[in-house]
């Protein structure tokens, strides 16, 4: 199974993709794309050989001549699956209505969506979060859910403290459901 991965930062899901991939997972991570330049995640994927492109919005005259350059440059590389590992740009009709994109969002959905999942569960003071893994479609973090994992929070977290542990659930969560989607078992 071929998987375009976009990153916006520093890319640890990626990062996991890749190792899964090389240690026998049933996909291959065949292009990174990136919304802005010197992302550790475009790094990593340079590091591991696999090509990266970069799509900034402010390159572009409208967001979606933005989106539909970002379409062409997904395209080129034929995935069967787009993966958005931390990609904090919200995907136009261009782009969403062109692949099957799944996402990967740090609260349970749909708890807390946007930009600032693991803050905003931390402010509103729940004792359990985690993260979901779904496919995107026109609303932000709103499409069909495929899996969810929940981690506690601690009673001294801080946003970065119980982010990463979200994320080590995270990157998990993310190579198993597509090991599964690649061995073609049914998702919701
Ligand atoms: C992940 O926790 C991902 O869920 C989150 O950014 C992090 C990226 O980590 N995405 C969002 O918040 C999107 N709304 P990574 O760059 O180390 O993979």
């Known amino acids: 199974m071929r998987l375009v991965v976009l990153v ?4 640890s899901n990626l990062q996991a993709l890749l190792d899964a991939s090389a240690a026998g997972a049933p996909f291959t991570v065949v292009a990174v794309g990136a919304d ?5 995640g475009a790094e990593r994927a340079r590091g591991a050989g696999v090509p990266v492109f970069v799509a900034r919005v402010p ?11 970002l379409a062409r440059l997904v395209a080129e590389h034929r995935p069967d699956v787009v993966v958005s590992a931390g990609f904090m740009k919200v995907l136009g009709p261009e782009v969403v209505d062109a692949f099957r994109i799944l996402n990967t969002h ?10 600032h999942g693991v803050r905003d569960a931390l402010a509103h003071g729940v004792t359990v979060t985690g993260c979901t893994c779904h496919w995107v479609d026109a609303g932000v973090d709103t ?7 929940a981690v506690r929070v601690l009673a001294d977290d801080t946003e970065a403290s119980l982010h990463e542990r979200i ?5 998990a969560m ?7 989607l690649a061995e073609d078992r049914s998702w919701r």
């Not at 005259?61 to 539909?68: I, K, P, T, V």
């Not at 499409?143 to 994992?149: E, L, N």
């Not at 993310?174 to 599964?180: H, M, R, S, W």
């Open 106 to 115: 740090p609260a349970l959905l749909p708890s807390f969506p946007g930009a």
């Open 167 to 171: 994320k080590v659930a995270e990157r």
């Open 8 to 11: 916006s930062g520093s890319g």
């Open 174 to 180: 993310l190579v198993e459901v597509l090991t599964a």
């Open 36 to 40: 802005r330049d010197g992302t550790l």
């Open 59 to 69: 390159d572009f005259d409208s967001r979606a001549d933005w989106n539909r350059s």
């Open 143 to 149: 499409g069909p859910i495929v899996d969810q994992r």
